[in-house]
């Protein structure tokens, strides 16, 4: 199946649109991850725009090389046609990774198990701990994470230090130990090949691009069928068909994910107080 018909653009739409977790009142929870400049942000933003059918930029971005722009851990919702209603799915951004400094795997764990509270700011050389104001102590079936999405951009995969990729590779053990289910977003595809900057129909013909994916598939352990090709909006000003299609199809594996995890983790809840 192409993503790039206008029917299955469509049929992703209205799938996002209609989603609704099986389980009442719960929201499917996404945390980002990756190294500074991947794209996280944009990524947020890019679904926001998709959803809401104009540009949005709810997560600021910099376009600027160096740190991580973001600094605290923040949950973004996004808001339906009517204003005070929302899509069951939230975003966490967090601080990107580094070789030396950026986000600890340690809070990034945290982060998972639901302990950690909006607008932590991340400190790079101590980790969240109990006792600070930041750390949910009461944690609800809301406040974890049901996927684990690592951000990674094409243009610069095959530079990125090894103790970032052990990193990711440690973040994704802790995710599997507690049973969420990880993929990947190859992003900054149109900067990587020249045949899909002049249209991204050529996504999934690049050799180049199946071979980053490849790659770095082998690095952190993460399938191929896992690793999803987006372009995010950036300078874009207007919507565009082929963008949104590839974060439709994106959105609606990580909803498949995270919807599977959440009735899974219920099933095993109602095995356990048989």
Aim: net charge negative; proline share 4%.
């Amino acid at each position: 199946m192409s993503p790039f018909l206008s029917s299955d653009k469509q049929s992703a739409l209205q799938y996002v649109k209609n989603y609704k977790p099986h389980i009442e009142g719960r929201q499917l929870r996404i945390l980002l991850h990756g190294p500074v400049g991947a794209g996280k942000s944009s990524f947020i933003n890019s679904v926001k725009s998709v959803l809401q059918g104009r540009m949005c930029a709810a997560a600021l971005v910099a376009n600027i090389a160096g740190d991580s722009f973001t600094k605290t851990y923040t949950t973004y919702k996004i808001e339906k046609e009517n204003p005070s209603t929302f899509y069951p799915i939230v975003f966490n951004d967090i601080m990107g990774l580094t070789e030396k400094h950026g986000v600890l795997v340690d809070d990034v764990k945290l982060a998972l198990k639901g302990r950690v509270k909006d607008n932590y700011m991340f400190n790079p050389k101590h980790k969240l701990s109990e006792g600070d104001q930041y750390y949910n102590t009461e944690v609800n079936p809301n406040d974890e994470v049901h996927v684990l999405v690592c951000v990674i951009p094409a243009d610069t995969a095959s530079q990125i230090e090894d103790e970032v990729i052990r990193k990711v590779r440690e973040i994704r053990e802790a995710a599997s130990e507690l049973g969420i289910p990880q993929l990947a977003i190859i992003t900054k595809i149109d900067m990587t090949c020249p045949e899909i900057k002049k249209d991204l129909k050529n996504t999934y013909k690049s050799v180049n691009l199946k071979e980053k994916m490849e790659q770095f598939s082998v690095n952190v352990g993460i399938p191929m069928n896992c690793i999803f090709p987006v372009k995010n909006y950036s300078e874009e000003i207007d919507l565009n068909d082929d963008v949104d299609s590839l974060i439709l199809r994106t959105l609606r594996h990580i909803i498949d994910f995270g919807e599977d995890f959440m009735n899974h983790k219920m099933n095993q809840s109602e095995h356990s107080y048989r």
